[in-house]
């Protein structure tokens, strides 16, 4: 009684200052091991800067910069969130060094004691030479806090040179082209480094920085060095060089123990870059001061717009974790595009489509619609200035496409659930007409995959065009046959929209054609029909099972994965399988250990392609299924640990999946669909913006999504609800509530109308 007397006194008061610090539930940690590739560093929500710590072992890419082990190479402020093919950026750094340091120039590292520590907005690490190194950070600029041991001459090391290396061979790996660097008499430091390569197989890129230290340096020096001659000592307090194979940079040395740096970044100037910093981390500014202000964004404008009233401790830093690392990319760089000059906002590091339009974009647009809106203006105007709309982006350079034109589903998506606001509609149609209809030139050519483009675009349009199909001529034939379906039914979508009605007819029977790469006789496991490499004269003979890679026929997945992959054509899937019970049957081999003769089921739960399987068991009256098979995904393979994410995040693609599980819904790319399964908490709402929100609620379940999931009853907006899918409209485009009632075992709640398949 005391208490609630005391909380209600203190809420009428200060409302505001009282509202939960959600930003505690969030383990900055979690996936950060076993492939999650995390990132664990200091950001604000889509933040241009990312700030971490970079480690070093041989051998080991650390895509996120972080790695459990290892010696600290820097610690820098741009890099990715999660993603795996190869690392990119950690580009823009400070290396903090004890005592003489000779050549500085070498690749320097430094050993790192005990375990870093982090929280939202706030990064702490140790080295062995007794330094602690903190990290928080703005949208465009950083600030380091060392604390250097007693007595000892304390130094910053900044090498242009330094970047994320990777180890793969693949021929990947990152390169610095060359940079210069400035002392200033009142001893801050200009720039700028030149960089190429990364997953995307970017040309040279340039990033510009303004670094301040808010200490007296005893000494300040700028280098050049060689890797064969070691560094020298420029006089002039200025280092360039044009060249990756002369290295430039600077040593700042200080008798303080404590020492604070405040950088900051712009792919423009470095002019722009000492705007950021003055502006964002002005002189004077406290380290914990930056920290609140991080913990604050990230209340306001993400975490706080899901509340619920679950206590268990796991089940919230699952929740908030996943919130937030769905917020790290893509990068909002409006007023920060190198390429073009233009009025629209501009985002990148798309890391990628692919990964983000099954379940992710879906749910961006929920939690975040003003972001949403200027991401889609983004897409249209990288169009615009670039020829094509991304895939994937990053460095401000298209690529790599790894299936089919995804932005089209992301586009299509958007329009069909009413986005509008400033998106120039017969623009993005045209952009999307542009992915269907002219082939990419093939440049660069990718060695992994040299037949055709995977900068953007369909590099295997002109069979698709011509047959139908995908000839072998193409590589990753079947993925991209069956996603280009899939991107033609977004332009039928689109197009029915803008009352292009010959366009519409035209890519609804495009978006048929998965059905030509469908060999009936094809068989596994008992099963007969899948998805097969073909040419002109027939079907070749596979294993489903087997997956494959950029120069296969499949990508990342088998036929097993890719036959299921045309949701919106489910009912003549089903019908080509031999009817919903075998379906049934197909569906369960899935998910039966053991199934593919090896310990191990045939749904890969560590990557993006197969998210959406343990949903169709709704296109077969089986809504049941769908809800005991996602959910024992859900709480077999996610987990709140450093390993708690079973494959890469992929820029929060698995954090989102997991998302829409603990929510109670599954959405359908491209349509309106969402598929009703069931939620984890008692009590769920989400803020959808403009004073509208959706509320879950469930009684009878166990409160945690553990046991008692299966659905007795369910209104919708104080009705009772009878399908096992509803539509945007139904509970986001003005808000709604979903009342259910769980229990333990499955009930008949639902009766029939199935969900739609719009192209059968
Ligand atoms: C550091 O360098 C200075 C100047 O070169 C030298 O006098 C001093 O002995 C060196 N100290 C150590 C610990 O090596
Ligand atoms: C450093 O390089 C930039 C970009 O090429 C150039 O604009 C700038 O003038 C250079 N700085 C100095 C001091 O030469
Ligand atoms: C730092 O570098 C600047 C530019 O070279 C120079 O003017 C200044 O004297 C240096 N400060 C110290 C303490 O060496
Ligand atoms: C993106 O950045 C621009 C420029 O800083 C800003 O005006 C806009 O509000 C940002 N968008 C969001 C969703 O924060
Ligand atoms: C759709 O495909 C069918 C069969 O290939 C063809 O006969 C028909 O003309 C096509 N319609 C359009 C609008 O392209």
Redesign the pocket.
């Known amino acids: 009684m005391v208490l609630l007397g005391t909380v209600l006194v203190l809420t009428l008061l200060r409302p505001v200052a009282l509202s939960a610090d959600l930003t505690s539930h969030v383990n900055v940690f979690l996936g950060t091991e076993n492939g999650g590739n995390n990132f664990p560093g200091v950001a604000r929500p889509f933040g241009m800067v990312k700030m971490g710590p970079d480690l070093f072992v041989s051998g080991t890419d650390a895509y996120s910069g972080y790695l459990p082990n290892g010696k600290f190479s820097g610690f820098s402020l741009m890099h990715e969130q999660g993603t795996g093919g190869a690392p990119k950026y950690g580009t823009v750094s400070q290396l903090p060094l004890v005592g003489n340091v000779s050549d500085p120039l070498s690749s320097k590292t430094v050993g790192r004691s005990g375990t870093d520590q982090a929280s939202v907005g706030h990064y702490k690490a140790q080295t062995s030479e007794g330094t602690t190194v903190e990290l928080t950070a703005s949208a465009h600029a950083g600030m380091y806090k060392y604390t250097f041991p007693e007595e000892s001459v304390g130094n910053v090391l900044v090498d242009v040179s330094h970047v994320l290396p990777s180890f793969r061979g693949q021929g990947l790996g990152q390169g610095y082209k060359g940079g210069n660097i400035?002392?200033?008499?009142?001893?801050h430091y200009e720039g700028h480094g030149v960089y190429d390569n990364g997953w995307n197989r970017s040309p040279d890129w340039s990033i510009y920085f303004c670094g301040y230290f808010d200490a007296?340096?005893?000494?300040?020096?700028?280098y050049v060095g060689t890797d064969a001659d070691g560094s020298v000592e420029q006089g002039?307090?200025?280092a360039s060089s044009s060249s990756g194979k002369t290295r430039v940079g600077g040593l700042?040395s200080f008798e303080k123990s404590t020492v604070t740096s405040r950088v900051g970044i712009s792919w423009l100037s470095t002019e722009k870059a000492c705007n950021h910093v003055q502006s964002e981390i002005p002189h004077g500014t406290s380290f914990d001061s930056v920290v609140s202000d991080t913990q604050d964004e990230w209340n306001s404008k993400v975490l706080s717009k899901v509340t619920t009233t679950n206590t268990n401790d796991k089940s919230l830093t699952l929740l908030y974790t996943s919130l937030y690392f769905m917020h790290l990319i893509p990068t909002n760089q409006t007023g920060e595009n190198p390429g073009w000059t233009s009025s629209e906002p501009y985002y990148q590091d798309v890391f990628t489509y692919w990964d983000l339009f099954r379940c992710s974009t879906a749910l961006m647009q929920v939690l975040q619609p003003t972001a949403y809106e200027e991401q889609i203006r983004s897409l249209i105007d990288i169009w615009r200035f670039d020829g094509y709309m991304p895939d994937a982006r990053s460095s401000n350079y298209n690529g790599r496409t790894q299936g089919g034109s995804n932005a089209d589903n992301i586009l299509a998506d958007a329009y069909v659930k009413g986005v509008r606001g400033a998106v120039n509609w017969e623009d993005g149609y045209k952009a999307m007409v542009k992915d269907a209809e002219v082939t990419p030139p093939n440049d660069p050519v990718d060695s992994m995959a040299p037949d055709s483009s995977t900068k953007e675009g369909r590099g295997a349009l002109p069979d698709w065009l011509e047959h139908g199909f995908i000839t072998p001529k193409f590589t990753r034939a079947v993925t991209r046959a069956v996603e280009y379906s899939c991107n033609d039914f977004g332009l039928y979508q689109v197009a029915s929209g803008l009352g292009k009605g010959e366009d519409a007819d035209k890519y609804l029977n495009r978006s048929r054609n998965w059905r030509n790469h469908w060999n009936p006789t094809q068989d596994s496991l008992g099963f007969e029909g899948f998805v097969v490499p073909r040419d002109t004269t027939g079907f070749f003979e596979i294993d489903p099972l087997q997956g494959g890679y950029w120069g296969d026929a499949f990508y990342e997945g088998g036929s097993w994965a890719y036959s299921w992959a045309s949701v919106h054509d489910m009912k003549e899937m089903i019908s080509m399988m031999g009817g919903a019970k075998t379906v049934l049957k197909r569906l369960d081999t899935m998910f039966t250990d053991g199934a593919k003769g090896s310990s191990g089921i045939i749904f890969d739960p560590t990557n993006e392609p197969m998210f959406n399987i343990p949903y169709l068991y709704h296109y077969i009256d089986r809504q049941d299924l769908s809800v005991a098979r996602s959910r024992d995904i859900a709480k077999t393979y996610y987990d709140d640990g450093v390993k708690g994410l079973p494959g890469n995040s992929d820029a929060g693609a698995m954090q989102t999946w997991l998302l829409w599980n603990m929510i109670g819904l599954y959405p359908i790319t491209g349509q309106t669909t969402f598929l009703i399964h069931s939620p984890w908490f008692e009590s769920l709402t989400i803020d959808l913006g403009g004073g509208k929100k959706l509320e879950v609620t469930a009684t009878g379940g166990d409160g945690n999504g553990d046991k008692k999931i299966y659905v007795q009853s369910l209104r919708v907006n104080g009705k009772d609800w009878k399908k096992n899918w509803l539509t945007w409209n139904d509970i986001f485009a003005k808000g709604g509530t979903l009342e259910f009632e769980l229990g333990e075992s499955a009930s008949d709640w639902f009766t029939g109308d199935l969900p739609p398949s719009p192209a059968s």
């Open positions: 400035t002392i200033f008499p009142d001893g007296e340096p005893v000494s300040n020096k700028t002039s307090g200025f700042f």
